[in-house]
């Protein structure tokens, strides 16, 4: 059972979605209890998969017995083990804490609605997992799909158009992606990953292979919302239910973010991405103007949502500007950062979802006196704000550490400036939020009512994980440099 760990990740919530939605028209209350019995063997099978990767190294999966490369091959190791991990977890806590609301606003859709989940979450462990290059291109597809609808099921008169738009400007990533591939293709005869990189260093010349590489990046940088590709990506988050929300949000752009690694290590390599190619200063800039862009764009925002979504843009222009650094140290920063990044994503939309399912809205002048309504919510709120402001002993200041002792290494001063600038302007926009709930006067009330009633109103089925997910903020931040050791810095070792 243990050797087809890397298959019974995927398998099993692929098989559980048609089995939900089977059971949505003949028996709807088994849904969810069959949603969290999938999603909880494949966060189990992913950590036995961490420990199994850790101590071996790697493990390469062969389905239906194929040998690459003429058969698709599962490729794990310790850096998307770390990665499979971080996925399944947030899916299985996500589904806990929003099951209520699940249940309640999507009642006669809920069969659906799981079935979406599942598979969404099947994409985005299959694109981890894959070692093949078409394969990836198919499990994007599954996740981008899938994402849409999700992104479709929120608010009547917005979500359905800001998903129209997502599906425009996925559909353009894609096809940029699979034209890259193609290349790739036609140059080497050949589309497992490990086998093309073999192949490649002959071809490093081709002006056939560079067209593939930027076509691949530009696919990825799409899917990603890298700035100024990010179009996609405020309306889209902003307006999706907030159990989807919470999921994708987290997720989507992290996975992404982990391919763009992927290719830079893993198909190209970085004797092609950061010797023989000259962009990599370029995208440290672009890196650097997404971070800058993404804050002052969440400094305009007054929809908490939305200000967040511009966040996320910022984020992802660290994970860029670290992997193209081209250093061991940026590197290592930009995966921790990924999972540290996935987290913090995860408990701040879960916090504001559940403001949300409260006030009706979450723009900030409906923050006033939160603090006394919703103390536990407010807590697991700020604790993800520190965390994205980089305040040490929260992950996010390990990760910022990293990047910025990276970026020195590299000579890339104004990159370390920009992380700089940025944590300040996520000062102001968190602080601003917090001097609003807990200094402005709200309606006059007891203080132990409100408490009892938050706990009544949103359940403890939804307080627990969020109050576990603030508390994992502070775990990961302590646990960094374990992370650091013993995970990320061996799979990179030799690489760069």
């Known amino acids: 059972m243990i050797a087809h760990y890397p298959a019974l990740l995927v398998t099993i919530p692929l098989l559980a979605a048609f089995v939900i939605y089977g059971c949505s028209w003949l028996h709807k209350k088994s849904c969810l209890p069959l949603a969290l019995l999938a999603l909880a063997i494949s966060c189990a099978v992913s950590i036995g998969l961490l420990a199994q990767a850790i101590a071996k190294g790697h493990i390469s999966y062969h389905l239906g017995g194929w040998q690459p490369p003429w058969g698709i091959a599962y490729e794990v190791d310790p850096l998307n083990a770390l990665v ?133 990046l530009v696919g990825v940088m799409i899917k990603m919302g890298f700035f100024p590709l990010h179009t996609w990506l405020p309306n889209a988050y902003t307006y999706a239910p907030s159990p989807a929300i919470s999921l994708i949000a987290p997720l989507m752009t992290k996975v992404m973010a982990y391919v763009m690694i992927r290719l830079i290590l893993s198909v190209f390599s970085p004797a092609f991405t950061f010797a023989s190619l000259v962009v990599g200063h370029g995208i440290v800039w672009l890196a650097c103007l997404a971070i800058l862009m993404g804050a002052i764009l969440a400094l305009s925002q007054r929809d908490i949502k939305k200000m967040l979504t511009y966040i996320i843009v910022s984020e992802i222009g660290y994970i860029v500007g670290g992997a193209w650094l081209g250093n061991n140290t940026a590197m290592t ?56 402001i980089g305040v040490p002993p929260t992950c996010g200041f390990f990760s910022k550490w990293y990047l910025i002792s990276g970026a020195m290494e590299a000579g890339s001063y104004s990159f370390v400036c920009v992380l700089i600038i940025s944590s300040l302007i996520n000062v102001i926009l968190f602080f601003r939020i917090i001097e609003t709930a807990f200094f402005a006067h709200s309606d006059p009330g007891n203080r132990h009512d409100y408490l009892l009633r938050e706990i009544g109103e949103i359940s403890l089925n939804t307080l627990i994980p969020l109050l576990m997910a603030a508390a994992g903020l502070l775990v990961l931040g302590m646990y960094s440099g374990t992370v650091v050791g013993r995970v990320i810095q061996p799979a990179l070792a030799g690489i760069l």
Do not use: W
């Open 333 to 388: 920063g930009a995966v921790l950062h990924i999972i540290n990044d996935t987290l913090m994503t995860f408990c701040v939309f879960l916090a504001v979802g559940g403001i949300s399912r409260k006030l009706g809205s979450v723009e900030l002048n409906n923050f006033k006196g939160l603090f006394k309504k919703m103390p536990f919510t407010m807590g697991a709120f700020v604790a993800s704000g520190l965390s994205i």
């Open 84 to 216: 499979l991990v971080a996925v399944s977890t947030v899916a299985f806590i996500n589904l806990i804490a929003t099951a209520g609301e699940i249940e309640q606003v999507f009642s006669d859709r809920k069969g659906a609605f799981y079935t979406l989940y599942l598979l969404f979450i099947v994409g985005l462990l299959g694109i981890v997992v894959t070692g093949d290059l078409f394969n990836l291109y198919v499990l994007l597809e599954i996740a981008s799909i899938t994402g849409y609808s999700l992104i479709a099921m929120g608010q009547a008169d917005r979500a359905p158009l800001s998903s129209l738009n997502y599906v425009f400007m996925g559909t353009i990533g894609a096809c940029f992606y699979l034209l890259g591939v193609g290349y790739i293709y036609i140059m080497t005869g050949s589309l497992n990953m490990a086998d093309v990189r073999a192949l490649l260093p002959s071809l490093y010349h081709s002006s056939a292979i560079l067209v593939a590489f930027i076509f691949c």
